[in-house]
């Protein structure tokens, strides 16, 4: 576990917060509500002029339309994902 690498979680919580990681703690919680709020038939977060402006070009541009989780999560996440085992921090050393 990454905390127990760190030397335990009162040695984290004794280090002071950072504005940029309480502002990227902020962002992937703000993320993560959207995405919830998205999810299902019953969909009480309405899309938005921009993004109906978005996926019309994006339809244009291409013959299929990927989702927008797939497009705006799973594929940053992928990416982050190899280049952390690409550069050792997590997993086997390749």
């Known amino acids: 576990m990454m905390v127990a690498?760190?030397?335990g979680i009162r040695k984290l919580a004794s280090k002071p917060l950072t504005w940029g990681a309480a502002l990227l703690t902020f962002?992937?919680?703000a993320i993560g509500a959207l995405v919830f709020v998205r999810t299902g038939n019953?969909?009480?977060g309405a899309v938005s002029a921009i993004e109906i402006q978005l996926r019309s070009?994006?339809?244009?541009l291409l013959s299929v339309r990927p989702r927008s989780k797939e497009v705006f999560l799973g594929y940053p996440a992928l990416l982050i994902g190899l280049s952390l085992i690409r550069s050792r921090a997590?997993?086997?050393h390749l």
Do not use: W
């Open 5 to 7: 690498r760190r030397g």
């Open 27 to 29: 962002a992937a919680l």
């Open 42 to 44: 019953d969909n009480p």
């Open 57 to 60: 070009m994006i339809d244009q």
């Open 90 to 92: 997590v997993g086997p």
